[in-house]
């Protein structure tokens, strides 16, 4: 009983949220080995990459579905949603 009160306190003083998008791309290419060029089949040219990357322009649901299809990136890392708080 108590690990379940521990972790109700936990989830709710410090929940956990996905990580931004573009560092959970990062991520997996730093622990895939791979580069930008890498990506130009799920995301498109390689100035569309280097915007993602570098925060210029959203992933769209076609680059989220080949990203997660293509490199096993889990969508729900990749879909930033934002956060409403209640007034």
């Known amino acids: 009983m108590l690990v379940t009160l521990v972790e109700a306190w936990e989830r709710k003083h410090y929940p956990l949220d ?15 080995g791979l580069q930008p060029r890498d990506l130009i089949p799920f995301i498109g040219s390689r100035n569309r990459v280097h ?15 080949r990203l997660h299809d293509g490199l096993g990136i889990p969508a729900e890392s990749l879909i930033k949603i934002g956060q409403h708080k209640a007034a």
């Open 18 to 32: 996905f990580p931004d998008p573009v560092e959970a791309i990062k991520y997996h290419m730093e622990q895939s």
């Open 51 to 65: 915007e993602v990357l570098n925060r210029r322009r959203e992933l769209t649901l076609n680059m989220i579905r």
